[in-house]
C-alpha cells in the first residue's frame, strides 16, 4: 500500500524556522509530482506549494512565496519543505500529497494523502 | 489566481435522499487540447486527511461509492450524492489543478437531518 508519513512538525516562534519531511513508500517515487497543503485550526484547505517528479518544476502559493522552499531527494524517497521566516497564519496541519498519474507533471489530482503534521507559530 | 466557490456552505439532508454541492471557478478549467476538466473533489471527514472522491470532474476513484458522482464542465460542477448514509457526513472540497495555486473551494458541510 502507498504510504506517506510526515514528520518535523512542532511549536516555533514567529520568525523561527522548520524543515518538514514527508516519507513516500511503495510507489516510484521518482515519477510523481508531491504537493504540500495546509489546514489551519477549524479552516478549509489550503494549497501550498508542489514539486514534479524531477524536482526540476516549483510552484508556491504567494502567502509563502519567499519564505518556503520544496524540495525533493528522489534517492532517498522523501519531500520537504524548509519554511522560514515563520508567521502566527502558518500555524496549520500540514498535508503532503502524491498525484494520480507518473508522468511527473504537477497539474493533477491529489490522490494519496499522508496523516499531517502539525505546526504551531506561537511566541 | 482561480477562485473557487462552493455553495452552500453547509447542508441538511435526509438519509437515503439526495445532497448537491456546486462548485464554481472564476475563470475555465477546462484544458482544450485534451477536453479535460481539471477538477477534483475530497471528502474530508474528522481528524482524517482528505479522500480524493472525482476526479477530472466526473471519474470517480476506485473504491469510492457509485452514488457519488460529479458532473459540469467549464466553470461550474456539481458533486451528487443519490442516497446520503450516515457515513457520508463530512466536509467536501472541490480543487482546480488547472493552474498555479491550485486552489481549493472553502469547503461545504454536510449533515445529516
Known amino acids: 500500500e502507498v504510504q506517506l508519513v510526515e514528520s518535523g512538525g512542532g511549536l516555533v516562534q514567529p520568525g523561527g524556522s522548520l524543515r518538514l519531511s514527508c516519507a513516500a513508500s511503495?510507489?516510484?517515487?521518482?515519477?510523481?509530482?508531491m504537493s504540500w497543503v495546509r489546514q489551519a485550526p477549524g479552516k478549509g484547505l489550503e494549497w501550498v506549494s508542489a514539486i514534479s517528479g524531477s524536482g526540476g518544476g516549483t510552484y508556491y502559493a504567494d502567502s509563502v512565496k519567499g519564505r518556503f522552499t520544496i524540495s525533493r531527494d528522489n534517492s532517498k524517497n522523501t519531500l520537504f519543505l524548509q519554511m522560514n521566516s515563520l508567521r502566527v497564519e502558518d500555524t496549520a496541519v500540514y498535508y503532503c500529497?502524491?498525484?494520480?498519474?507518473?508522468?511527473?507533471?504537477?497539474?493533477?489530482?491529489?490522490?494519496?494523502w499522508g496523516q499531517g503534521t502539525k505546526v504551531t507559530v506561537s511566541s | 489566481d482561480i477562485v473557487m466557490t462552493q455553495s452552500p456552505d453547509s447542508l441538511a439532508v435526509s438519509l437515503g435522499e439526495r445532497a448537491t454541492i456546486s462548485c464554481k471557478s472564476s475563470q475555465s478549467v477546462l484544458y482544450s487540447s485534451n477536453n479535460k476538466n481539471y477538477l477534483g473533489w475530497y471528502q474530508q471527514k474528522p481528524g482524517q486527511p482528505p479522500k480524493l472522491l472525482i476526479y477530472w470532474a466526473s471519474t470517480r476513484e476506485s473504491g469510492v461509492p457509485d452514488r457519488f458522482s460529479g458532473s459540469g464542465s467549464g466553470t461550474d460542477f456539481t458533486l451528487t450524492i443519490s442516497s446520503l448514509q450516515a457515513e457520508d457526513v463530512a466536509v467536501y472540497y472541490c480543487q482546480q489543478y488547472y493552474s498555479s495555486p491550485h486552489t481549493f473551494g472553502q469547503g461545504t458541510k454536510l449533515e445529516i437531518k
Open positions: 500529497a502524491k498525484v494520480m498519474a507518473s508522468t511527473g507533471a504537477v497539474f493533477d489530482a491529489f490522490h494519496i
Open positions: 511503495r510507489f516510484i517515487f521518482t515519477t510523481y509530482a
